[in-house]
Antibody
Framework: EVKLQQSGDELVRPGASVKISCKAS????????MHWVKQRPGQGLEWIGA????????EYNQKFKGKATLTADKSSNTANMELSRLTSEDSAVYYC???????????WGQGVMVTVSS | DIQMTQSPTSLAASVGESVTITCLAS??????LVWYQQKPGKSPQLLIY???ILEDGIPSRFSGSGSDTQYSLKINSLQPEDFASYYC?????????FGGGTKLELK
C-alpha cells in the first residue's frame, strides 16, 4: 500500500524557517517525482514545485523560488520541504503528492498545517 | 502559465440529482486534464485523469469529457458522500495549475 506520511503541524514565528517531511512507503521512492502543494485556509490548491529523487533535480513554481527548498533523502525514502522567511501569507496546509503517470497526483500526504504567528 | 477557470464556484444539489462542473484552460492542454475531489479536512483524491479516464476505485457515476481548452466533470445520481469540493488541474506543463474549485453543497 502506497503511503505518504507527513510530519506534524507547526507553529512558527514570523521570519523563521520550517522544514516539513514526507516519508514514502509502499513503492520505489526513486521511481516517481514528489510534488508539493499549498492550500491556504478556505482557498484552492497551488503548486509549489517538485523533486525527482533519483537525480535530485528540482523544479519550482516561480512564485516559490527563494521561499521553498526541496530535498530528498533516498536512504530514508523521505522528501523534505523547507520554507524560509515565513510570513502570515505562508500560513497554510502543505501537501506532498506523488506524481503518477507523468502528469497527475495519485497519492497525497495527509497535509501539514503551518501557522505563522508571534 | 496556463490558467484554469472553473465554474461554478459553488453549486447546491440534492441526492439523486446530476451535476456538471466545467473547467476552461487558457490554452489547449491536449486532454491532459485532471479532476480531484476534496472533502473538508482531507487531502485531495484523484478522480479522473486524461480528461476521461476514471481512477481505479472511483464510482462510475463520475465521468469526464472535453478536449482542447474545455472540460467537464459530470456526477450522476449524487450520493451523500459526493458533497465536497472539486478541482481541475492542468497536466500539460509546469507550473501545474489548478482551477479555483467548485464547492458542491447539499440543497
Amino acid at each position: 500500500e502506497v503511503k505518504l506520511q507527513q510530519s506534524g503541524d507547526e507553529l512558527v514565528r514570523p521570519g523563521a524557517s520550517v522544514k516539513i517531511s514526507c516519508k514514502a512507503s509502499g513503492y520505489t521512492f526513486t521511481s516517481y517525482s514528489m510534488h508539493w502543494v499549498k492550500q491556504r485556509p478556505g482557498q484552492g490548491l497551488e503548486w509549489i514545485g517538485a523533486i525527482i529523487p533519483i537525480i535530485d533535480t528540482t523544479e519550482y513554481n516561480q512564485k516559490f523560488k527563494g521561499k521553498a527548498t526541496l530535498t530528498a533523502d533516498k536512504s530514508s525514502n523521505t522528501a523534505n520541504m523547507e520554507l524560509s522567511r515565513l510570513t502570515s501569507e505562508d500560513s497554510a496546509v502543505y501537501y506532498c503528492a506523488r506524481h503518477g503517470g507523468g502528469y497527475y497526483f495519485d497519492y497525497w500526504g495527509q497535509g501539514v498545517m503551518v501557522t505563522v504567528s508571534s | 502559465d496556463i490558467q484554469m477557470t472553473q465554474s461554478p464556484t459553488s453549486l447546491a444539489a440534492s441526492v439523486g440529482e446530476s451535476v456538471t462542473i466545467t473547467c476552461l484552460a487558457s490554452e489547449d492542454i491536449y486532454g491532459s486534464l485532471v479532476w480531484y475531489q476534496q472533502k473538508p479536512g482531507k487531502s485531495p483524491q484523484l478522480l479522473i485523469y486524461g480528461a476521461t479516464i476514471l481512477e481505479d476505485g472511483i464510482p462510475s457515476r463520475f465521468s469526464g469529457s472535453g478536449s482542447d481548452t474545455q472540460y467537464s466533470l459530470k456526477i450522476n445520481s449524487l450520493q451523500p458522500e459526493d458533497f465536497a469540493s472539486y478541482y481541475c488541474q492542468n497536466g500539460l506543463s509546469t507550473p501545474r495549475t489548478f482551477g479555483g474549485g467548485t464547492k458542491l453543497e447539499l440543497k
